[in-house]
Nanobody, 126 residues
């Protein structure tokens, strides 16, 4: 059974940082692109970051580029999303997503990607 389990969400003040973690199980994460989507109430789903199996390719949305960093620890079978300089507009449910497709699909809000985590809430407010 394939699962993606996120953790690390929570509340933070504007300008603060959070690190999300995603642990895949049921498939070999080294073979898959893994990244993050987010969705806020009333907003379209947004792909914000992706990393290729060899870590050689990454994708960031314009809204997160320069503030968020995606990385993998292959030994721990974990993918991280380091989020710095957080803004109120970053408030959303964040989903870890995996698939055997190019990271370019993370730019498509309606991409039909195979594996989704249950989501973790990130709230940025003062």
């Amino acid at each position: 059974q394939v699962q993606l389990v996120e953790s690390g969400g929570g509340w933070v003040q504007p300008g603060g940082s959070l690190r999300l973690s995603c642990v895949p199980s049921g498939f070999t994460q080294d073979d898959y692109e893994i990244g993050w989507f987010r969705q806020a109430p009333g907003n379209e789903r947004e792909g914000i970051a992706c990393i290729s199996p060899t870590d050689s390719v990454t994708y960031y949305s314009d809204s997160t580029k320069g503030r968020f960093t995606i990385s993998r620890d292959h030994a721990k079978n974990t993918v991280y999303l380091q989020m710095d300089s957080l803004k109120a507009e970053d408030t959303a449910v964040y989903y870890c997503v995996g698939d055997y497709v190019s990271c370019k699909w993370w730019a498509e809000p309606n991409a039909m990607l195979d594996y989704w985590g249950q989501g973790t809430q990130v709230t940025v407010s003062s």
